[in-house]
């Protein structure tokens, strides 16, 4: 099978089943949600700025999304699927590619759309100090929230990969996205090397990706989020794709 084939399989599985529409909705009223909701009660302007707002969502939406990523792999897995993909695909790698184009592209392409409609609707809701797309740094901060949120569903599927127990995966997913960033730099870190430490965690190199507001001192710059995060991926990569090329399905 082609590439191309490939991807058009990943792409019928992929929606084949009903948890995928229900968790891309849940992603998106959550993130529409929450933006609007605090663009309506107001955030202190000295933190964070009014696109930065409407975009407070993503917190939500990056689990939601997380555990999409893993149910598109170890759904396959749990039912057995799996062994009939591998046997029709003997090229593993293309096969988990194939998901990860499929995801990525589906997940850019929604939160795209939800983030500008949440961005729009929560200036208007601000009203007069609103923000409008042509204003500095604007595109930025929606490019990098979609952008980290469409990396945190890749990041889902590459553990559900390593991993392959829906349950020990999404475990796994919830503890690096949100257990390791408060009780690690909270409770486990010395507080003279937290701040330079938890910045470098997943969770908070991603949201620096779309930070938009004061430069706080516990937050690396939206570039060096998108290289510290683009490097977890990789790594997470490399990892699933061994265990998929040297395991049995």
């Known amino acids: 099978m082609s590439f191309r084939h490939v991807v058009r ?3 019928i599985k992929f929606w084949s089943v009903r948890s995928t529409t229900v968790l891309l909705s849940v992603a998106v009223i959550g993130f529409t949600g929450i933006g609007l ?3 309506a009660v107001g955030m202190s302007a000295s933190v964070v700025s009014p696109a930065g707002t409407s975009m407070t969502g993503s917190v939500l939406a990056t689990l939601v999304l997380g555990v999409l990523g893993v149910l598109v792999i170890t759904g396959e897995y749990n039912t057995g699927l799996i062994r009939a993909t591998l046997t029709a695909v003997p090229r593993r790698l293309i096969v988990l590619t194939a998901k990860a184009v499929v995801l990525g592209a589906v997940s850019f392409t929604v939160m795209s759309i939800a983030a500008l ?5 929560g200036q208007a809701v601000i009203g007069d100090a609103g923000m409008t797309l042509t204003d500095n740094g604007v595109i930025r901060v929606l490019l990098g929230t979609v952008a980290y ?4 569903a890749l990041l889902g599927l590459l553990l559900g990969t390593l991993i392959r127990s829906t349950a020990a995966a999404l475990s796994t997913y919830f503890a690096v996205t949100f257990l390791l960033s408060t009780t690690f730099t909270q409770f486990l870190l010395p507080e003279e090397v937290r701040a330079t430490a938890g910045k470098f965690l997943p969770p908070q190199a991603g949201e620096a990706m779309g930070w ?3 430069r706080l001192p516990e937050m690396l710059s939206p570039g060096r989020g998108a ?7 990789v790594l997470a990569a490399v990892l699933a794709g061994w265990r ?3 395991s049995d399905a």
């Open 212 to 214: 938009a507001g004061a």
């Open 117 to 121: 409609l949440t961005f729009l609707a």
């Open 227 to 233: 290289l510290v995060f683009a490097g977890y991926l």
């Open 37 to 39: 909701l605090l663009c």
């Open 9 to 11: 399989s990943e792409w």
């Open 244 to 246: 998929l090329q040297h």
């Open 149 to 152: 949120e469409t990396g945190a």
